[in-house]
């Protein structure tokens, strides 16, 4: 079967899968360390997207194009901005729009020219699989002695790291008059999603909410990132490859 490629933003998140892969072979490719090898005895590829669209992006598109994936899942962490979704809790993006587009008055707001649509949709099943999987392996997990929600719906990316209370009001304002509302702000999602619609591959992200996005997004980023994001998404990778 064609492998599936696990695509994580940060070396922290990828270190804890790195560990446990089976059979590893280091691959370097277009200025980037790709691992080949098997989790719970399925191919796999490993890949860091790095920070931003363009770059993951260039990705994404590696592993279709040159590792032949059949599937792309994104673990990754993200600024919660949709009424509820807190630190902690854990977003499965069913969808996927660039909060950065604009085109107009050429093309309406948000929309990705010529594709005549803002919005890119992750791919059912694989969605509802990673839900399924984010849900058993967070049973029982207390994040600050709360059970971590698991939202779905929509995630919006952008080249910009979203760190202000009124920056956020801006973006979602903008975004809702739109009619997309999302639950997540992140740098990288809508640019994979895109990709997979071009070449027709199933996607689908997971996302830890590490913030709100607001004046403190960036305290503990990284505290965050090594404590509960990288285990969250070990865990879910574990259960969705073993499902
Ligand atoms: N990833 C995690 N938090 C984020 C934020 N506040 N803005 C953009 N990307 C993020």
């Known amino acids: 079967p064609a492998p599936i490629a696990i695509l994580s933003a940060l070396a922290e998140e990828q270190a804890g899968l790195i560990e446990v892969l089976e ?7 277009a200025g980037r360390t790709f691992w080949c090898g ?12 790095r920070i931003g669209k363009v770059a993951a992006a260039t990705t ?14 994104f673990t990754g962490v993200a600024g919660g901005v949709g009424a ?27 929309e990705v020219p010529l594709y005549g649509q803002a919005v890119f949709a992750g791919e059912v099943a694989l969605c509802a ?6 849900g058993q392996a967070l049973a029982g ?3 600050q002695g709360r059970a971590p929600a698991v939202h779905c719906g929509l995630i919006a990316s952008g080249d910009r790291f979203v760190n202000g209370a009124s920056e956020v009001a801006a973006l979602v304002g903008a975004l809702t008059a739109a009619g997309h509302t999302p639950l997540a702000v992140e740098m990288e999602g809508a640019a994979v999603a895109q990709v997979c619609a071009d070449y027709g591959v199933p996607f689908a992200a ?7 996005a607001d004046d403190s997004a960036h305290l503990d980023f990284s505290q965050f990132v090594n404590e509960v994001a990288s285990i969250y998404a070990r865990n879910i990778i574990h259960v969705l490859l073993s499902s």
């Open 60 to 73: 994404a598109t590696a592993l279709i194009a040159h590792f032949g994936v059949g599937r792309i899942v």
């Open 206 to 212: 997971v996302r830890t909410i590490s913030d709100r």
């Open 23 to 29: 059979s590893p072979r280091r691959v370097e490719h």
């Open 84 to 110: 509820g979704v807190q630190v902690g809790d854990v977003v499965v993006g069913t969808s996927y729009v660039q909060h950065d587009m604009d085109a107009s008055p050429l093309f309406p707001r948000y």
């Open 129 to 134: 699989a990673l839900q399924s999987a984010t």
């Open 38 to 49: 098997r989790l719970c005895g399925q191919p796999v590829v490993l890949a860091l997207s």
């Open 141 to 143: 997990t207390l994040h």
